[in-house]
């Protein structure tokens, strides 16, 4: 229910009011998505992998609404999966974003994030935390408001709160919820090519029980465009996280006649950097993107997790209907937990076709294969994957 009265509050800011006077441009493109997939390793399982095959179906439609002083843009998206010989954990995805920004006078701006995310493909996951699950489902939550004031001719700055929960199916994991508040300024220079910036978040996220994490971020870096086909992306702090856990210890107050496990608080405190890089670069035919990425975030094992992660696509046009795609990701995570002190890692490549029949449909062969390292117990299990994907989409635009 509370995404749907964001969802009823985000429309009801965008579409009314004086705006309606304006020009107004929007579009809706309903689109629907049928899958065939084998999977070799379901859940990049260590011993005795279970393969199958994945038949999926996938309704949605993404929307966009734009006048002079607001925008609205929404996705909304269904999808079923079906598991030819493991029936059991068949599932209805669902994907529900808006976000929306609307201009209360030439000074001040405000601004709406939302989403209502429901995966069992470990694909939330593992992009949250750098870690695997089972194919059960992740249910998560996230309303991001804030307000952003032109404080100079150049200077910007923006105030935004947070909250994120997400509840796991399986009770192996803990559920969690969290919530963030930051402060950003932006200052682009005379140049018009460089934006400086700077970022101070604190966040609090809670596990069931008293178990916590604080973490204070402080954040600073800059996005450069060294000519309309090429732009870099560099920021670079700091996290302090608090640590504040249940966990048992021995008791050998007593020994040697009695040795006992007590319950006790864990505390402590982590630094670690903090680091955002990015480039992308286009050509005529080609475009390309590479970055690294290193934070921390909450995960289902209810500790902290630290994530790097090193990232490269490439997009290629060999015809006009015609085009290519190579992903590449390697995840590096680690626990910050007495509980748990697991360190993985992840390799991933995936190249993929995409073919546009007519206007309106498309064919889109792809292949994986992943490599996932237990690097805390010295084990590996690989993954390969390779699909066929028709999509069909329905465009329609309007304007006034």
């Known amino acids: 229910m509370g995404t749907r009265a964001w969802a009823a509050l985000a429309l009801l800011w965008v579409v009314s009011g004086p705006q309606f006077a304006l020009a107004a441009d929007w579009s809706v493109v309903p689109a629907i998505q049928a899958k065939t997939e084998f999977n070799s390793n379901l859940n990049y399982s260590f011993n005795q992998p279970v393969s199958d095959f994945i038949f999926t179906l996938a309704p949605g439609a993404e929307f966009n609404y734009t006048t002079e002083i607001s925008q609205l843009q929404g996705k909304l998206g269904l999808t079923g999966l079906h598991y030819l010989s493991n ?20 000074r ?4 709406l994030k939302s989403s209502y995310i429901v995966d069992s493909t470990l694909q939330e996951e593992l992009a949250a935390s750098g870690l695997f699950m089972n194919r059960t489902a992740r249910e998560s939550i996230m309303v991001g ?14 105030v935004n709160y947070n909250f994120n929960k997400v509840n796991y199916d399986d009770p192996r994991f803990r559920n969690y919820s969290t919530q963030q508040v930051g402060l950003q300024l932006n200052y682009p220079l005379k140049n018009e090519k ?11 996220t809670r596990y069931p029980g008293s178990d916590r994490v604080r973490t204070l971020g402080i954040y600073g870096g800059g996005l450069h465009k060294f000519s309309e086909k090429w732009e870099a992306n560099l920021v670079g702090g700091i996290n302090i996280s608090a640590i504040d856990f249940q966990t048992q210890v021995l008791d050998t107050s007593q020994f040697p006649f009695f040795i006992t496990v007590r319950q006790a608080r864990l505390k402590k405190t982590e630094v670690n950097p903090y680091f955002d890089i990015s480039t992308t670069r286009r050509w005529t035919n080609l475009n390309a993107t590479v970055g690294y990425r290193r934070d921390e975030s909450p995960s289902a094992y209810a500790s902290l997790s630290e994530m790097n992660r090193i990232y490269g696509t490439v997009n290629y046009h060999f015809t ?11 995840y590096i995570s ?19 076709l995409n073919y546009q029949v007519t206007e309106k449909l498309s064919l889109s062969p792809a292949y994986r294969f992943g490599l996932r390292d237990d690097l805390t117990n010295h084990r590996s299990a690989t993954v390969q994957a390779v699909w066929l994907m028709l999509t069909y989409s329905y465009p329609i635009h309007y304007q006034r």
């Open 108 to 111: 001040w701006g405000l601004s």
């Open 145 to 158: 408001p804030g307000i952003t004031c032109n404080l100079t001719e150049r200077l910007a700055a923006t």
């Open 334 to 352: 680690s626990q910050i937990s007495e509980q748990n002190n697991q360190r993985n890692d992840y390799f991933s490549i995936s190249p993929g």
């Open 194 to 204: 460089t934006v400086l910036m700077a970022n101070v978040l604190a966040r609090e």
């Open 320 to 330: 006009e209907k015609l085009s290519g795609n190579l992903n590449a990701d390697y």
């Open 87 to 106: 029936g059991q954990i068949d599932h209805l995805d669902q994907n529900y974003q808006i976000n929306g920004q609307y201009k209360i006078s030439p």
